[in-house]
């Protein structure tokens, strides 16, 4: 499907459609395996997006066991725990709370990063969520990219989740994302979206 706006854009309108405008988030996957080789396309296109001071703080665990999604399950909402216990894959996305250790290898042009950071536990957990954040907007597209789809749930105690899994306190856990490929559905409505005007202002 195309809009009046698609011709602007340099990005191939298949792309686009594979992207965003027939991308949906999914609940019901059909039973195909999610490979190993198709996340490694995903990291190998998707690392390359923007953080602050290149830090990437997110981690991603790949919990594949059926004792791995028992141990998230029980730190789920109830309407988000049969979903995820029935996806082919779900990914468990954190964030390193030691991001900083890694910047004078990752931001050499600064040597100074790593020292901002360890300074300031509050600056490293501001930075940490929004970097994060981003690189699981990043991981939810490249999904996408590869002809997945993805469920992305945030509806988890989190609390929980980190004693779960990260008991060290080492990582926090970001948001939970079930990966498969969709289980054929008919034309879905799309929910609305804000129109440009209720999003841009000219300063
Ligand atoms: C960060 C994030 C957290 C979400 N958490 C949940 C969740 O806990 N449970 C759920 O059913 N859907 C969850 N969703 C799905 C959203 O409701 C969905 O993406 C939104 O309604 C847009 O739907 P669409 O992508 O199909 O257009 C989440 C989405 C995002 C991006």
Redesign the pocket.
């Known amino acids: 499907m195309s809009t009046s706006t698609t011709h602007r854009l340099l990005l191939d309108p298949a792309a686009q459609d594979l992207l965003f405008r027939q991308a949906?988030?999914e609940?019901r996957f059909t039973g195909e395996a999610v490979p190993e080789d198709a996340l490694r396309a995903v990291h190998d296109l998707v690392r390359n997006g923007p953080t602050a001071f290149n830090q990437q703080p997110l981690r991603i665990h790949l919990l594949r066991s059926a004792a791995s999604r028992g141990r998230l399950a029980r730190h789920l909402?109830r309407?988000?725990r049969e979903k995820t216990l029935a996806a082919p894959l779900t990914a468990l996305l954190a964030v390193d709370n030691a991001f900083h250790l890694r910047l004078p290898e990752l931001f050499p042009a600064f040597p100074g990063a790593a020292a901002l950071y360890a300074e300031d536990p509050g600056l490293r957990e501001r930075s940490a969520l929004m970097n994060g954040s981003l690189q699981a907007a990043y991981f939810l597209v490249g999904i996408r990219a590869a002809g997945l789809a993805a469920?992305?749930?945030?509806?988890f105690d989190q609390s929980g989740v980190d004693r779960e899994f990260f008991p060290d306190a080492e990582q926090s856990a970001l948001?939970v994302v079930n990966i498969g490929r969709p289980a054929a559905t008919g034309p879905r409505p799309?929910?609305p979206r804000l129109a440009y005007d209720e999003v841009h202002r000219t300063l």
């Open positions: 949906y988030t609940d909402s309407s988000n469920g992305p749930v945030s509806g948001l799309r929910a």
